[in-house]
């Protein structure tokens, strides 16, 4: 075999890797962190009023994850029938995975939600309510292992 072949096949073996790339990259997924990202980057300074106003609170939030539920203990009582309050649960990996849950939580300020739609991994749990017609905001992390 003379040189002339061994660099055609080089730039064969070449093109192959360069296509075989593009076709790889191609095929994976690109999400945003969220959508409507600039439209929410608008509201953003809303969202930082209302975590300041948690930490301000006495009590803090708890989330604890048992064995087959999410137990979240919330520092002031929500109002009742209140549609803005929501607990969403975001899933970094897998934004098709993410999911609202209302706020229903008892007279103490528990609520507890089964993680039987979880999947294993990280999640963040965001928590928006509002208590006395002050909105609040929270957020915390749990790992269903």
Known sequence: MNWGIKIAIFYGGFVVVVLASVFFAMTQRVDLVTDNYYEKELKYQEQI?????????KEKTEIQLYERQVKIKL?????????????????????LKDFKVAIASDSLGFQTIPIEKLLKGYWKIKLNWTSGGVEYYDEGMINIP
């Open 75 to 95: 520092p002031v009582i929500p109002d009742k029938n209140n549609s803005k309050d929501y607990i969403l649960f975001y899933k970094p990996s897998d934004p």
């Open 49 to 57: 009023d209302k975590a300041q106003r948690t930490k301000t609170l």
